[in-house]
């Protein structure tokens, strides 16, 4: 079965500093990844995805991913956060690239300090 | 393009009380997710239709819990009779059909039950 692990339940980053945020997987085959934003009373946003090829992946407002099978691992990464980047970041993997639901991580709550 | 749309925002009811959510998916998707959110949790699938039909409800709790989609549309998810532990956010998504089209989410349905 599928699995999904974010380490970081809570992470404080200061405005203006780099975010990492971690992610590692189980899953028997090669997978499709995802990052996710949730911010508060709204749905999930699709930051990025990775389904093959480059392992280093660009997103949407500013966000990269890095995908690295032998550590199974997909960490988010941005050089300069912003205080509207406070949300939940959730880390999914799925079997296909969407025609198939996903198996989602716990997420990370991301907190901005000035 | 329009996004998902869900119906109700809120609901507040009382244990063994039944309940109904809607989903309008965007236009033109074959695929339609309903997700279970609790609290400090990422999404949990609980049913996948393509068209009006079922390609995956494993994890739904078939003693308690419906879904339709009858005209291949809109779905309904019906809970009856709720239990404490159903209190969680619903979460609608809606794909494309084809292996690397990107889930589109609502802003989901939060249920209390008291």
């Known amino acids: 079965a599928q699995s999904v692990t974010q380490p970081d339940i809570h992470i404080t980053v200061s405005e203006g500093a780099s975010l990492e945020l971690r992610c590692n997987y189980s899953y028997g085959a090669t997978p499709y990844l995802f990052w996710y934003v949730q911010s508060p009373g709204q749905g999930l946003q699709l930051l990025l995805k990775y389904f093959s090829g480059d392992t280093l992946v660009q997103g949407i407002k500013g966000f990269e991913a890095e995908f690295k099978r032998s550590q199974s691992s997909y960490t988010l990464r941005k050089p300069t956060v912003q205080w509207s980047d406070a949300a939940e970041y959730f880390c999914?993997?799925?079997?296909?690239?969407?025609?198939?639901?996903?198996?989602f991580g716990k997420g990370t709550h991301l907190i901005i300090q000035p | 393009e329009a996004g998902v749309a869900q119906s109700p925002r809120y609901k507040i009811i009382e244990k063994r009380q039944s309940v109904a959510f809607w989903c309008n998916p965007i236009?033109?998707?074959?695929?339609l997710y309903w997700y279970q959110q609790i609290l400090g949790q990422g999404p949990k699938l609980l049913i996948q239709f393509q068209n009006n039909g079922v390609v995956d409800d494993s994890q739904l709790p078939k003693d308690r819990f419906s879904a339709e989609r009858l005209k291949g549309v809109d779905s309904t998810l019906k809970i009856q009779p709720a239990k404490l532990e159903d209190s969680a956010v619903y979460l609608c998504?809606?794909?494309?059909?084809?292996?690397?089209?990107?889930?589109?989410f609502g802003n989901g349905t939060r249920l209390t039950v008291t």
């Open positions: 236009s033109g998707h074959a695929t």
């Open positions: 999914a993997v799925g079997a296909t690239g969407g025609a198939d639901g996903l198996t």
């Open positions: 998504a809606s794909s494309l059909a084809g292996s690397n089209s990107p889930l589109h």
